[in-house]
């Protein structure tokens, strides 16, 4: 609905009377007898409907028909704005009916907090009170109980000295017992003297002496009995008192009993009145939130009255500014009209030219798919022509680089030793080396000059790292003497991108090659391993055990075998083979390979390779779509630099490894003069590098070696002898590159290029 509702206000109905007269709020409606429009209902959805209203045509051009709808739509507005003013009447008289309940409510409110608080003061006044009666009660309750432990105490005093009196009157009753008989003793012994008296007057002096003696005694007795008489009166007296004391000890008692029970039955009514007394609190305090809720819906109501009064002002203002657009659009179609009328004769026309536009478009992509489909098999075209070539060529390619100078590089007193022939037949592929005024004159594949970047170099060799991944095996490798640049062709130099060497280059080629074929349905699996050779003996670079493979207390390490199978596949046993998924992870094992790498200093670099690396990444690719499926290895090796002992000056550990080298390229080179002259025998077994490049060198994979030479006079034989070596790779002619397509039926690892078995 529009805007919130109250007092059952949800709907309302409007009808429009004859003649275009205007229902006003508050009105009585008129009869709708003849009316073209009945009784309307407006909710948000039929507002919102009719602002986002959308005229509809059965014929553009129709401006008849157009004019009539624009009028029914500026009839239905109308409508609506009248039904919004009696609306906001409605609602002007509900809010300002609102607002008198609002503040009659919080009169109410406040009327009601005021007496809450003085009933809250009144109660907390009586709870103060009968708290302090109950404390009074207490001390009351505690002093009587105090009084008849003392009552308790005096009555047992009491009952024991009852007990003594009756003992000491016990003891009285056996003098006066005994003071009897000893008064008839007396009286007999009185007797005897009298008769003795009569008997024997010769003695009257003694016997009166004796008789006043017992006189004496007699006294005494009488003294003592009248004492007896007068303690046994006192203690009958004492005895009366306390039976007198006991009984109003007791009468006491009583009273005070009563009077607990009394304050007992008075402290459980007071304990009622009490509860009550919360109760009726509590209840105050449920009829205060109440109000409150009430008075904080009436609040919110109030504001959504007030949101519907700011909606009602912006509807207003929208339908103000959509009548101000509706007289424009009458304008506009004016105009329209009058340039329909123009347009009438340019309709045909412009139609006609869309067709022909339309045809052309259809032409053209039609033209753009044909292209594109003949682009895809020019592509495809190219790579199995490039592929063809190279089977055709059948040798090993050669590319030579020179590098450039470097700052702490002497030049002699020669000169320029190093030329490039600048004829067309020679441009780009040939170098001249001048040796005590001799030219030595060279051609191979490529040759870079000392300006070449490591772009310019690797895009010669773009191609061939594209040829691993259509299934070929592919070797790559750099020799050269120590410091001509070997390993900056292979790897670069660390954290310069613009430096970077082939091997990073290769593999950034490789994913995004990847990446990019990934829409045509392929997908690859990659493993890589890397080993070196030093000092003929075998290490896994990759390996957990970096010592596994060195020599420690004489006793060799882990041996590695290599083994060759009927399909030209080598195997190296126990060799780490770490499966790959991104550039980042192989860049990590690159790192990782070379810290473990065996370098040395010498007198010609300070940081020698005194081992041949070899990295190989093994690729498998499979077409779901067109159940292809390829398998490619791609070789790439930094072979140790060559050197004479005189000039390296390497002595020690140093020496046996120049040693190791020399034996080892020596081993190469008689392989490759073996191949050259197309020998029967070539002695591939000669070294451990030799056996591990036999594939690469007599089987079908596709090999490019890098000549690097120093632009030094003092390297010069050194650099003659690389040339020369290179020229006879050049000459030699192996098998034809074979592409590995072998069918996958699980997920088992295939066996083909250099990596563990």
């Known amino acids: 609905m529009v805007g919130p509702t109250h007092n059952g206000i949800i709907r309302r109905a409007f009808s429009v009377v004859n003649g275009g007269q205007d229902l006003l709020p508050n009105s009585n409606p008129p009869s709708n007898a003849g009316s073209e429009y009945g009784g309307i209902e407006f909710t948000r959805e039929d507002v919102d409907a009719l602002l986002s209203e959308k005229m509809k045509y059965k014929n553009k051009y129709n401006y008849k028909e157009r004019c009539d709808n624009m009028i029914d739509y500026v009839r239905r507005l109308r409508l609506c704005i009248r039904w919004f003013q009696e609306l906001e009447g409605d609602y002007l008289f509900e809010l300002e009916k609102l607002r008198n309940e609002l503040e009659l409510t919080e009169r109410q409110l406040a009327e009601m907090e005021v007496q809450f608080k003085n009933k809250d003061e009144e109660l907390n006044l009586v709870i103060a009170e009968l708290r302090k009666s109950l404390a009074s009660l207490q001390e009351?309750?505690?002093?009587?109980?105090?009084?008849?432990?003392?009552?308790?105490?005096?009555?047992?005093?009491?009952?024991?000295?009852?007990?003594?009196?009756?003992?000491?009157?016990?003891?009285?009753?056996?003098?006066?017992?005994?003071?009897?008989?000893?008064?008839?003793?007396?009286?007999?012994?009185?007797?005897?003297?009298?008769?003795?008296?009569?008997?024997?007057?010769?003695y009257n002096s003694s016997l009166q002496v004796y008789n006043g003696k017992l006189q004496t005694d007699l006294d005494a007795a009488h003294e003592t009995i009248r004492r007896g008489e007068k303690e046994k009166a006192a203690i009958v007296e004492n005895l009366s008192n306390l039976r007198g004391q006991y009984q109003s000890l007791q009468d006491q008692f009583t009273s005070s009993k009563d009077s607990l029970h009394e304050t007992t039955r008075h402290k459980d009514a007071l304990l009622n009145e009490v509860v009550s007394l919360r109760a009726e609190l509590q209840q105050v305090r449920d009829d205060r939130d109440c109000q409150q809720s009430k008075a904080q819906a009436l609040t919110t109501e109030l504001a959504n009255y007030k949101e519907l009064a700011i909606k009602s002002n912006e509807l207003e203002t929208r339908c103000l500014s959509q009548s101000n657009q509706l007289r424009m659009v009458q304008v506009q179609l004016e105009a329209a009209e009058k340039k329909l009328?123009?347009?009438?004769?340019?309709?045909?026309?412009?139609?006609?030219?869309?067709?022909?536009?339309?045809?052309?478009?259809?032409?053209?992509?039609?033209?753009?798919?044909?292209?594109?489909?003949?682009?895809?098999?020019?592509e495809r075209l190219r790579k199995?022509?490039?592929?063809?070539?190279?089977?055709?060529?059948?040798?090993?390619?050669?590319?030579?680089?020179?590098?450039?100078?470097?700052?702490?590089?002497?030049?002699?007193?020669?000169?320029?030793?190093?030329?490039?022939?600048?004829?067309?037949?020679?441009?780009?592929?040939?170098?001249?080396?001048?040796?005590?005024?001799?030219?030595?004159?060279?051609?191979?594949?490529?040759?870079?000059?000392?300006?070449?970047?490591?772009?310019?170099?690797?895009?010669?060799?773009?191609?061939?790292?594209?040829?691993?991944?259509?299934?070929?095996?592919v070797c790559i490798f750099a020799y050269g003497q120590t410091g001509s640049g070997k390993t900056y062709t292979m790897m670069g130099k660390p954290g310069h991108p613009h430096h970077k060497g082939l091997i990073p280059r290769s593999l950034e080629q490789i994913f995004q090659t990847i990446q990019a074929?990934?829409?045509?349905?392929?997908?690859?699996?990659?493993?890589?391993?890397?080993?070196?050779?030093?000092?003929?003996?075998?290490?896994?670079?990759?390996?957990?055990?970096?010592?596994?493979?060195?020599?420690?207390?004489?006793?060799?390490?882990?041996?590695?075998?290599?083994?060759?199978?009927?399909?030209?596949?080598?195997?190296?046993?126990?060799l780490t083979v770490v499966d790959v998924c991104t550039r980042r992870e192989v860049s990590f094992l690159l790192d990782r390979a070379a810290h473990s790498r065996s370098v040395g200093k010498t007198q010609m670099n300070e940081q020698s390779s005194r081992s041949h690396f070899v990295f190989t990444l093994r690729i498998c690719g499979v077409n779901e779509s067109t159940e292809q499926q390829v398998q490619g290895v791609l070789n790439l090796i930094d072979l140790a630099g060559s050197e004479r002992l005189s000039k390296s000056g390497s002595t020690g550990d140093r020496l046996k490894e120049t040693q190791a080298i020399n034996k080892s390229l020596s081993s190469l080179s008689d392989v490759i003069f073996a191949l050259a002259k197309k020998e029967d025998f070539v002695p591939f077994r000669n070294s451990k590098l030799t056996y591990l490049l036999q594939p690469c060198l007599g089987?079908?994979?596709?090999?490019?070696?890098?000549?690097?030479?120093?632009?030094?006079?003092?390297?010069?034989?050194?650099?003659?002898?690389?040339?020369?070596?290179?020229?006879?790779?050049?000459?030699?002619?192996?098998?034809?590159?074979?592409?590995?397509t072998n069918v996958r039926t699980s997920d088992s690892r295939l066996s083909f290029g250099i990596y563990g078995s």
């Open 699 to 740: 089987g079908d994979s596709k090999t490019l070696m890098f000549v690097n030479i120093s632009p030094e006079p003092s390297s010069m034989c050194e650099s003659l002898c690389s040339l020369r070596f290179a020229a006879r790779v050049n000459a030699c002619e192996i098998g034809v590159p074979r592409r590995q």
């Open 341 to 378: 009328q123009m347009s009438d004769m340019s309709v045909v026309e412009t139609r006609v030219e869309f067709e022909g536009q339309k045809q052309l478009l259809s032409e053209l992509q039609s033209r753009l798919e044909d292209a594109e489909f003949k682009l895809i098999e020019g």
């Open 517 to 574: 074929l990934q829409a045509q349905g392929w997908k690859y699996d990659m493993q890589v391993s890397m080993l070196e050779i030093y000092n003929e003996t075998i290490r896994d670079l990759l390996s957990t055990n970096r010592d596994a493979s060195r020599i420690e207390n004489g006793t060799p390490g882990k041996q590695y075998a290599i083994k060759h199978d009927a399909d030209g596949n080598t195997h190296v046993s126990d």
């Open 140 to 202: 009351k309750l505690s002093k009587e109980e105090s009084d008849k432990l003392v009552a308790m105490d005096a009555l047992a005093n009491e009952k024991e000295a009852r007990m003594s009196m009756e003992k000491s009157q016990a003891n009285l009753s056996e003098k006066l017992g005994e003071a009897q008989g000893e008064l008839q003793s007396a009286n007999q012994r009185i007797a005897s003297i009298n008769d003795m008296y009569k008997l024997l007057q010769e």
């Open 384 to 473: 199995k022509l490039h592929n063809t070539i190279l089977e055709l060529k059948g040798n090993i390619r050669v590319f030579c680089r020179v590098r450039p100078l470097l700052p702490d590089d002497v030049s002699g007193a020669e000169g320029n030793i190093i030329s490039y022939p600048s004829s067309t037949e020679a441009q780009g592929r040939g170098i001249e080396l001048l040796q005590n005024g001799q030219k030595h004159s060279f051609t191979f594949d490529k040759v870079f000059m000392p300006e070449a970047t490591q772009e310019d170099v690797f895009v010669e060799i773009s191609q061939l790292v594209q040829s691993a991944l259509d299934g070929y095996k």
